[in-house]
């Protein structure tokens, strides 16, 4: 047990600092796994490794105190891979599927807690004139449901640059087609309901999820609500969350 925890101050060989201190990662996973013990003793809830890692990651991130300032909606916020949102938040990754000459669409929507695990979906046939105003149509309703959950902290990720730029206030608004800009100035409006929102832009294979609920939305005739996930997205799910883990590769708790 000594030799473990003096392990500590001393990180591996080649440990990327970017992922925080090597002292604090072990100090808040191992504070994790005794939570995770007491809840088995006194509340035979079974622990489970992912879920632990997941908590012991996000409350390094929401109460790190070296953790970069990024002012405010000055920039578009880019996402490289897909990561579960701070504890207490709740993210909503969107995305709409739409073909040239055909008006018909497809919004789908995926929704995931602090530890990654998915909450509900959405998938939502509509119609379009444009692949812009789908985006958008997607992006509100993205913002539409989570008021209707009264969910007050919330991530929203899509993968339609224009779409994130205007809705982070740093693109002007003829950049935008008036269609799409009605549907983004009510995501605004509806906004301010909220404790904090925050838009960011996600490459299309960071938002795979979403884009194959989308895709199979535009193919459906009626919407689907699920509080489960549809199994055609269990690999997808998986693969999110395991690339979440790369942080964590070099050690196991």
């Known amino acids: 047990m000594q030799q473990w925890i003096e392990s500590w101050f001393h990180p591996p060989v080649g440990w990327d600092t970017s992922y925080g ?10 504070w994790m796994i005794w939570k995770a013990r007491c809840k088995r003793v006194f509340e035979a ?8 890692i997941f908590a012991a990651l996000n409350y390094i991130q929401l109460y790190s105190t070296d953790k970069p300032t990024v002012a405010p909606n000055t920039q578009l916020n880019i996402v490289r891979t897909w990561s579960p949102p701070p504890v207490g938040f709740f993210k909503i990754n969107f995305d709409a599927s739409y073909i040239i000459n055909n008006d018909h669409i497809g919004i789908g929507l995926v929704l995931r807690d602090y530890m990654g695990v998915c909450r509900g979906c959405k998938m939502i046939p509509s119609s379009s004139l444009s692949a812009e105003e789908a985006e958008g149509m997607a992006a509100l309703e993205a913002v539409k449901w989570a008021e209707a959950l009264q969910l007050q902290q919330v991530y ?13 206030a740093s693109t002007i608004a003829r950049q935008i087609g008036w269609c799409t800009k009605g549907h983004l100035d009510d995501i605004q409006a509806l906004t301010l309901s909220f404790t904090s929102v925050s838009f960011y832009y996600v490459p299309r294979d960071v938002n795979s999820v979403a884009d194959a609920l989308a895709s199979r939305a535009r193919a459906s005739t009626s919407e689907v609500l699920s509080t489960s996930p549809p199994s055609f997205i269990f690999a997808m799910l998986n693969n999110d969350c395991d690339v979440s883990l790369e942080a964590l590769a070099s050690f196991s708790i």
């Open 21 to 30: 201190e090597w002292s604090v990662l072990c100090a808040t996973s191992t």
């Open 45 to 52: 809830v079974d622990p489970n490794a992912l879920n632990i």
């Open 156 to 168: 929203f990720e899509g993968d339609a640059k224009t779409i994130i730029n205007y809705l982070s």
